[in-house]
């Protein structure tokens, strides 16, 4: 009898250190991340069966459907070794996906383990975002307040004096992201808590501290 993967739903508003968390579970634990939009792309770009017909849909202008998400899915799912866990990540977001994934699962002898969310205090979470810079030659990440260059103005790994921001790192966005990420995750949580899924975790804790709670759930 086959053992069931440990496929888990991974949910945080951005800057909450998700895709951090998601690649130590990649690395650490062999398990595969599932974004759908990543997702999406290489189908497109390998001409898979649901790739083409995606592909289709938005050469017309339209939206991409339930069904062809569930269909990417399924095509990674079938891709992956069985006992890879998966990381579900930007998928369900509403009632009608969560009952779909279910099923898609199901159909391939899966069910979910659990839904992790890492929580946030908005407010430090907008000085944590708005106060992030790089080095705009190497990349290396720095912040106003938490990690600034030992000597001002130069990078520490390449000694270059020019710094990048990103664009969309400013309060408003950030607040309007949390807001979407609400709304997003608003519809699925119930679902899932009725069935004693949902964990949460203090995402505004270190790195390693997150890790290790979501360790300790996914080891119960």
Known sequence: MK????????????????????????????????ST????RTAVRD??????????????GELVSDEIVS??????LDSMAHSAGAIFDGY??????????????????????????????????????????????????????????RLAGTCERCGSTQFLRRPDDNEQAVRTRMAEYRAKTAPILPVYEARGLVS??????????????IGAILDR
């Open 92 to 149: 369900p977001r509403t009632r009608p996906q969560a009952i779909a994934l279910d099923a898609i699962l199901a159909q391939r002898g899966r069910a979910l383990r659990h839904v992790i969310e890492l929580t946030v205090d908005e407010d430090a979470l907008v000085e944590r975002i708005t106060g992030r810079y790089s080095c705009a030659q190497c990349g290396e990440g720095y912040h106003d307040r938490f990690r600034q260059p």
């Open 3 to 34: 053992t069931v993967p440990l496929d888990i739903i991974l949910l945080g508003p951005p800057g909450a250190g998700k895709g951090t968390q998601a690649s130590t579970l990649v690395s650490g634990r062999g398990m595969v991340q599932l």
């Open 37 to 40: 939009g990543d997702m999406l």
């Open 47 to 60: 001409g898979t069966p649901t790739g083409l017909q995606a592909q289709a849909v938005m050469a017309a």
């Open 200 to 213: 949460r975790v203090d995402g505004m804790a270190e790195i390693a501290t997150v890790s290790a709670a």
């Open 71 to 76: 269909g990417l899915i399924g095509e990674k």
